[in-house]
DNA sequence: TATTAGCACTCGACATCAAAGAGTGCTAAC
DNA sequence: GTTAGCACTCTTTGATGTCGAGTGCTAATA
């Protein structure tokens, strides 16, 4: 059995209508609802065809039809290819200026939250792409260096680092050049054990402290940066009863405070990118157990320098995929355009 | 009419059985709960008599009783003073040690959440009581400075400084010089702009870019910090009926999620300190007003130095006080002691 | 052959009703 | 002051019946 237009015409019927209503449709709505002019009996008929492809299930016999996975995903793709439908209320949504990233980014999830109405999430870009751009050490009291490191995106790093014995100045200003000229210019994630152990011998081996000080600074700036996630809208899962239930809800708010669980998402929409930079994952496609009555949407977004980060929306499976995925095409653009500026 | 010792008795023994069984409690358990041996009817009476000065209230006629906030105030007070009870239990929970404080501190929230099972939250240590140790500014590019401020309990900040002319080594160093000798072991939040200006003509008032320079510094020392709080389990709500229910639920949620609803709380806590540093709000004492329903157990914890952070429970009314005060004691108590080594 | 009308059937949603049970307040007796 | 007894109240629970939406199937129709 092959999906032919009727079908299809009637399949997007019953999605479309699934996703104003959150009801079952039965084949007298479908009837009316399209211009097929057919009767709710031949209706019927398809959508028991429908169903047997898969696209369609019932929640009880009697019951009239909601999508399953495939019909979504089915709808999705359909849609996506469509020209992208411009909401106009969308073009309000403006990122406003702010000095600290971290609050441009708990903006931008607020505003996504806010005028989608589902709950939102939004990763800091990682930056071990980045290329080290300066290194500092000096000295705070005899026994305390501090370490700087400035990275490519103005990213600052730091750390104090206790030391047995008070380096000379000289020693320190030799450290320092040390550093400079073997670190600069390479990227965070290319610093290796071969490069640090150049540098000790170069340094002298036999110091033991000045090496205790490259291990350390080399620690301070290959130190993967801890997991940056912020959320909001996470009570908009109450809006959909499919979702509000207590042991669903209970879930859900346990993954959006444990953010840990939401780099599940991150890492995925990272390998899956795609030339859009979108992607949706429907129910049992999302790679995070908890949200499989979700859908979830991501968007990777580049602060520029190769500092990717995630933002997503998490919503239920008949969330309007449309609006959000423009909402969210609209925010990407407004972050990837604040580097180019 | 007065709370003789037996209206007491029968107070307490109404609160410990509904803490336990969450259900509103009859005449005829307590006469039988209690070793006061005395009829049901006695108690009704005595119960009419409590019900009269407010300590407890009918859900409904021909309820049982449930302690009202003036209750629950009372046990909870006359609680305080009793010997703490030991529970052994608590002594298993045991903070690990943590290279960054922002590990720690989500360690404590997520360890209070699970021995307790309610919801918890931390905020991280002030710091504007702490005297600045030293500060450096240096060249990152032509245009580009960085500072960098460090202040006790190693507290570090920094910024990059745009700046429209390249300065000279003399001057950077001048400048370092000044900052150090003016700003040195000054209170972060006794900078004044007093001190700025006297800088800034020692600096030589005729230079805009230096102006700016100090400015920038300054800026970067007092610059509050963002608000930092960590809750952990937020859906341990959920285990409570009376709190479980949708709009409940999601003003509850949104609380924990907007972490500047929580700043309430902080700020409470650190202004009523008391010697112990627990603080207990029930009901409509809370600051907080989404959390009318619930009860607010709060400690003050010293990470030494004058930074204090506050770590707190939130429950229902039906707390059981006594060991979710314990774990919090036990929890600062670890918390005071971290520095002190 | 595809479509449609008709019809019996299924199932959830909802309202109604009765019975059970917990607990009270009051009165009168101890 | 305490208690037994009793009528009364109110919630909870389960059973029952009705309604309506929607189906699947069959037979008639274009």
Redesign the interface.
């Known amino acids: 059995m092959q999906l032919d237009e009727r079908k299809m015409k009637i399949l997007q019927a019953i999605i479309r209508n699934y996703l104003e209503t959150g009801e079952p449709v039965g084949s007298r709505t479908i009837s009316k609802y399209t211009d097929l002019n057919l009767s709710s009996a031949t209706i019927r008929n398809e959508m028991a065809d429908l169903e047997e492809l898969g696209y369609i299930v019932q929640p009880h016999t009697s019951a009239g039809r909601i999508p399953s996975d495939k019909g979504y995903r089915f709808y999705v793709d359909t849609m996506m290819e469509d020209k992208e439908r411009e909401v106009e209320e969308l073009k309000g949504m403006l990122l406003e200026k702010e000095e600290?990233m971290?609050?441009l980014l708990k903006q931008a999830a607020k505003l996504l939250a806010t005028s989608t109405n589902y709950a939102t999430m939004i990763s800091a870009p990682s930056s071990h792409h980045n290329r080290v751009?300066?290194i500092?050490l000096?000295r705070?009291?005899a026994h305390?260096l501090?370490a700087?490191v400035?990275a490519e995106g103005?990213l600052?790093k730091?750390t104090?680092l206790p030391v047995e014995e008070e380096l000379s100045d000289e020693t320190l200003l030799k450290l320092n050049m040390l550093l400079n000229t073997h670190l600069n210019g390479l990227a965070i994630d290319e610093i290796s054990l071969a490069i640090i152990s150049v540098m000790k011998q170069q340094a002298g081996i036999h110091s033991d402290i000045i090496g205790n000080v490259i291990d350390a600074v080399a620690d301070t700036i290959t130190h993967e940066e801890?997991l940056e996630v912020y959320?909001?809208?996470?009570?908009n899962i109450?809006r959909y009863p499919e979702l509000?239930d207590?042991s669903k809800?209970?879930?859900l708010?346990?993954a959006?405070?444990e953010k840990q669980v939401l780099s599940e998402l991150i890492q995925q929409n990272l390998s899956d990118e795609n030339e859009t930079g979108i992607q949706v994952y429907i129910g049992n496609e999302t790679p995070i157990q908890s949200m499989k009555d979700c859908s979830i949407i991501t968007a990777t977004y580049e602060l520029g320098e190769g500092m990717k980060g995630t933002i997503g929306i998490i919503g239920p499976k008949r969330m309007d995929y449309e609006r959000a995925v423009g909402a969210l095409k609209h925010l990407k653009n407004q972050l990837d355009d604040i580097y180019k500026k």
Chains 1, 2 share one sequence.
Do not use: H, M, P, W
């Open positions: 600290k971290e609050n751009k300066f500092q000096s705070v009291d305390q501090l700087v400035v103005n600052i730091n104090i801890d959320t909001s809208g996470t009570n109450f509000a207590q809800a209970s879930e708010i346990n959006f405070e």
